[in-house]
């Protein structure tokens, strides 16, 4: 098992940049794929962005291509999420989470079994 901590959330204005950080214990990190979701207020849980195992796959929902970017540090077994260009549509509790399947980094959120509590991200117009 992996056990997943979130961090670096918090109040950003509109246009600002902030980096959330997952670091993880538990089994050896670089055997996970790992993905960023977020679930706004009423909301569906939604898909941010995920990364293969060695971070040779990288995918990005289409509404912050160009804007975030995943990255990982299998040394010291975290994960990040550099976030750029923010808007008010980006407020949410941001998860990352965790997925031992080889392959594809998934969209979907079943395939992934190990979830952080999650770090809130507002951003004000």
């Known amino acids: 098992q992996v056990q997943l901590v979130e961090s670096g959330g918090g109040l950003v204005q509109a246009g600002g940049s902030l980096r959330l950080s997952c670091a993880a214990s538990?089994?050896?990190?670089?055997?996970?794929?790992l993905a960023w979701f977020h679930r706004a207020p009423g909301k569906e849980r939604e898909f941010v962005a995920a990364?293969?195992?060695?971070?040779?796959?990288?995918v990005y929902a289409s509404s912050v291509q160009g804007r975030f970017t995943i990255s990982r540090d299998n040394a010291k077994n975290t994960v990040y999420l550099q976030m750029s260009s923010l808007k008010p549509e980006d407020t949410a509790v941001y998860h990352c989470?965790?997925?031992?399947?080889?392959?594809?980094?998934?969209?979907?959120?079943?395939?992934?079994?190990?979830w952080g509590q999650g770090t809130q991200i507002t951003v004000a117009s």
């Open positions: 538990g089994r050896t990190f670089s055997t996970y794929a």
């Open positions: 990364i293969s195992r060695l971070g040779g796959h990288i």
């Open positions: 989470a965790a997925d031992d399947r080889i392959g594809r980094p998934s969209r979907l959120a079943d395939d992934y079994d190990y």
